[in-house]
């Protein structure tokens, strides 16, 4: 019985060697198989990247050959360019000498080609002359001009009165007329002092407004006209414009005053005329009677 049992364990350790060492050949074929895969794949990557850094080189030396090409062409338009311009200044000095040289020949002979040279410098330098002169007289006279415009300016603008306090005191000046007004939003005109209104809108959020009015029997009207904002009217009876500044505006009305020369042109031709009153500062009860425009509004 033992004999036996010592045989069979016998077999089965000479079953069992055999199986561990097929194992491990097997491991090794199995990794002797990855390693030459991945030896394959990277082979065959770096072909590739072979490959497109061929094609690369290929395109690189092309763009070179071409540019070269190109730096060719514009080298030899230069050089071209060079020449032509070195011939043309040959060609303008050979003419420039030529032309001196004929100039002495005919200084020397007295052709008649050098008196009528002569005749056009000298009318020539007439007309530059007339010409400065001529535009002296331009710059003196727009001198003259802008000087009166800034006096007029400054004689007119003087200030712009934001109260009532300051309106009195541009009045006791006595430069010029002021009439102050009320105006409250609405297709009827009122009359204040030379001129004749009608206040046709207001924004009191960004503080303009709308004004319509009647001058030398013609209707006109201003648009958005801001704060402060001075309207300057041109009448045939006054000499100097009439003002129009509105100082207050809220919804629907505004508060102003009317600026106007306080001596008409014939007053002021007529020096034996009487003195004439200035309009009172803030006239109590203007004459507010609608008056109706020859052209009536659209």
């Known amino acids: 019985m033992e004999d036996f049992r010592e045989g069979s364990e016998y077999e089965q350790e000479k079953t069992t ?12 074929v199995v990794a002797l198989l990855v390693i030459a895969g991945v030896a394959f794949g990277y082979g065959y ?15 690189a030396t092309a763009t070179i050959s071409d540019l070269q090409g190109q730096l060719g062409t514009v080298t030899t338009k230069l050089n071209d360019m060079a020449a032509a311009q070195q011939a043309a200044q040959q060609a ?23 008196k009528r040279y002569k005749q056009l410098q000298a009318q020539l330098e007439e007309q530059q002359k007339q010409l400065k002169d001529t535009q002296d007289l ?15 300016k400054d004689e007119l603008n003087g200030s712009i009165a934001k109260t009532h306090e300051e309106l009195v005191v541009l009045q006791k000046r006595g430069e010029r007329n002021y009439f102050e007004f009320d105006l409250t939003k609405s297709k009827q005109f009122q009359r204040f002092g030379p001129l004749t209104l009608s206040l046709r809108r207001t924004d009191a959020k960004h503080m303009n407004y709308d004004l319509s009015m009647v001058i030398d029997d013609n209707q006109l009207r201003k648009n958005r006209v801001n704060l402060y904002e001075p309207i300057w009217i041109h009448t045939e009876s006054e000499g100097q414009p009439v003002q129009v500044v509105v100082n207050k505006i809220s919804k629907n009305f505004v508060h102003g005053y009317i600026s106007a020369p306080k001596y008409k042109p014939a007053e002021l031709a007529n020096t034996n005329a009487p ?17 109706s425009p020859k052209q009536p509004e659209q």
């Open 17 to 28: 060697a055999p199986t561990g060492v097929n194992r491990i050949l097997i491991g090794a």
């Open 45 to 59: 990557r770096q072909q590739i990247m072979v490959s497109h850094l061929s094609a690369q080189e290929s395109v």
């Open 92 to 114: 303008a000095q050979q003419a420039a000498e030529q032309a001196a040289a004929q100039k002495k020949t005919a200084a020397k002979r007295g052709s008649p080609a050098d």
């Open 138 to 152: 331009v710059a003196k006279n727009r001198t003259d001009l802008e000087g009166s415009l800034s006096s007029t």
């Open 275 to 291: 003195n004439v009153t200035p309009a009172a500062a803030h006239p109590e009860t203007p004459d507010q009677t609608p008056q």
